[in-house]
């Protein structure tokens, strides 16, 4: 028995093959929502078990949960927004067992001077490269990460497929990896150690990986220039948000960027995906229906669109309606098109 338990294992497709066959499949049916730090905390409240703003406005969970590991590499117990990793690794779980999906991004210190993310040093990707110490460092924090994720397991003691977003918005200069940390070259060497060191040191086949320019500013293609490689990426998106409030400017922007990015998806043989974007405070009361869902619809097949996080103690950080906002009635609208995937729509598909 256990000889022919150690051969279905051997043959079963591993959770990211099964994750990717199961994001191809989705990307036909519609655009899968999602929503960072959701069970957490929302608008208006803050860690109480079950809670979750989308689940409160739409009756269901969005199809994807966005969560952070930065501050896993300094072995501290809260993330940096203040988020258990214990409950982190729990909602992981739970999201995946419901039939969610699970995204994880990372802003860690930098390495540098030992800063936070936003604190960049010029060259600073070049010295994690090439200073022995600072690189030592810098592979153990990866390692964190890699203990973290092999750390997720379901009931049977299955890996949870993830999807993993490094290094993204590398065009910025406000994260020591944007792009006065070093060349091109050296940024994508940056990505491609980190795919080594979780993928081929660690063995871990859990792991989807996406990659997210913040668009074409500076750099005229970063989703080509760059790219890491097909070897390393599963996912390209962009991501962008609607800080002015101007409709049509932020309509223009994020289908020309999607248009750019869907070039290089399809050359490399890529998902597409908007990796992250918001209206900030949802001044214009019907933003899902009147200017993010066209925006969905025009650019299709899209794997996934992930809103920001409704900070419950940064008010100016609040991207989707809780229960009771001006907002609520239309996000309602949002969920109910055909296009748009929650987590009760894919849940059925897994
Ligand atoms: C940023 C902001 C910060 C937060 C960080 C990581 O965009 O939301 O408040 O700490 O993401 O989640």
Redesign the pocket.
């Known amino acids: 028995m256990l000889l022919l338990a150690a051969c279905l294992m051997a043959f079963a497709a591993s959770p990211r093959k099964q994750l990717l066959k199961r994001l191809k499949a989705l990307e036909k049916q519609g655009v899968m929502i999602g929503h ?2 959701d069970p957490f905390y929302g608008a208006k409240w803050h860690y109480e078990e079950g809670r979750s703003d989308v689940r409160e406005t739409t009756g269901s969970y969005p199809a994807i949960m966005g969560f ?1 590991l ?1 501050f896993l590499e300094l072995d501290s117990v809260r993330n ?2 203040g988020v258990p990793f214990q409950s982190i690794r729990q909602e992981m779980i739970l999201q995946h067992q419901r039939g969610g999906i699970v995204e994880i ?1 990372w ?1 860690p210190f930098n390495p540098v001077n030992m800063k936070d993310a936003w604190t960049p040093t010029k060259n600073a990707i070049h010295e994690v490269l090439n200073d022995s110490r600072l690189r030592a460092v810098f592979e153990s924090w990866v390692g964190k990460v890699a203990d973290f994720i092999s750390s997720l397991s379901d009931k049977d003691g299955r890996r949870v497929p993830v999807i993993f977003r490094p290094w993204h918005e590398m065009c910025g200069a406000w994260f020591w990896w944007g792009r006065d940390g070093g060349t091109q070259d050296e940024y994508k060497a940056l990505y491609r150690l980190t795919h080594d060191i979780l993928t081929k040191q660690r063995g871990l086949d859990n792991i989807v990986w996406a990659f997210s320019p913040n668009g074409t500013q500076p750099v005229a293609n970063p989703y080509e220039a760059f790219y890491p490689g097909d070897d390393v990426v599963d996912i390209i998106g962009v991501d962008q948000y609607d800080f002015s409030g101007d409709a049509a400017a932020y309509t223009k922007s994020v289908n020309n960027e999607l248009s750019l990015a869907r070039k290089a998806a399809k050359r490399h043989g890529k998902l597409l995906c908007f990796a992250e974007t918001g209206q900030q405070q949802l001044p214009n009361k019907q933003w899902f229906t009147q200017v993010l869902l066209p925006i969905l619809k025009q650019n299709r097949p899209m794997s996934y669109v992930l809103l ?2 409704n ?1 419950w103690d ?1 008010p100016k ?1 609040y991207y989707v309606p809780y229960k009771g906002a001006p907002s609520e009635a239309d996000f309602v609208k949002f969920f109910e098109d055909p296009v748009t995937l929650f987590q009760k729509d894919i849940a059925k598909r897994r």
């Open positions: 960072q730090d952070d930065g940096l927004d991004s802003h920001w996080r900070a940064k950080e």
